[in-house]
């Protein structure tokens, strides 16, 4: 079974200033990793993945993250924080070994609110 | 190009009444999810779609939970005798294919109310 962990319900951060909202998963095998950002009264919009290669993948609207296998993690980080950043960050897995009922799904962290104060 | 588009945008229903949800994917996505995002749950996996058939229905909560697909797009999510603990955000996705690096784009979703 797959499961992510976003240890944070919120963070706050001053504009301009960098930002990082954490991810922690588990899973049996290599991981795909996915963030998602959600704001008010919308769906979910895709921002990057980490699915092999290089360990820092870059995704939309200046975000980034780092893939660790030794600490499992996923972070999502962006060097400038901007107002309109401020929104609900998700992180979910997928087992692509996973060949039973669950490897269709992707498993969502509970999620971080981010607020970036002006 | 357009996204994924879900219909109706807001839903509110007596307890006891049956309610459709409409999903309308991405055009040549032939994988099609269905989760649900409510306050204590967070993010539930339903249902998924490949083509027409559903190999995954693991999610559906209940017996009242179906959902179906047809000329491999729309996709229908059916609740019968809606209870209070249905009330949530009933969010679809589509993705271009099924293997697992593959993302997936959502729709706005479907608030849905029960009273």
């Known amino acids: 079974a797959q499961s992510v962990a976003q240890p944070e319900d919120q963070v706050n951060v001053a504009e301009g200033n960098p930002l990082t909202v954490k991810c922690t998963y588990s899973?049996?095998?290599?991981?795909?990793l996915f963030w998602y950002v959600q704001y008010p009264n919308r769906g979910l919009q895709f921002l990057l993945k980490y699915i092999t290669g290089d360990n820092l993948v870059k995704g939309s609207y200046g975000f980034e993250a780092e893939f660790n296998k030794s600490q499992t993690s996923f972070h999502l980080k962006k060097p400038s924080a901007l107002v309109s950043d401020s929104a609900l960050y998700f992180c979910?897995?997928?087992?692509?070994?996973?060949?039973?009922?669950?490897?269709?799904?992707?498993?969502f962290g509970k999620g971080t609110k981010l607020s970036v104060i002006p | 190009g357009a996204g994924v588009s879900q219909s109706p945008s807001n839903k509110v229903t007596e307890k006891g009444k049956d309610v459709e949800l409409r999903c309308d994917p991405i055009?040549?996505?032939?994988?099609l999810y269905w989760y649900r995002q409510s306050l204590g749950q967070g993010l539930e996996f339903l249902i998924y779609f490949q083509g027409n058939s559903a190999p995954d229905k693991s999610g559906l909560p209940s017996d009242r939970f179906s959902a179906e697909r047809t000329g491999g797009s729309v996709s229908t999510l059916t609740i019968q005798r809606t209870q209070q603990e249905d009330s949530a955000v009933y969010l679809c996705a589509s993705s271009l294919g099924q293997g697992a690096s593959y993302e997936q784009y959502f729709g706005p979703g479907t608030r849905l109310t029960v009273t």
């Open positions: 899973v049996s095998g290599n991981p795909y």
């Open positions: 055009s040549g996505h032939t994988a």
């Open positions: 979910a897995v997928r087992d692509p070994r996973d060949s039973g009922a669950g490897s269709y799904q992707l498993t």
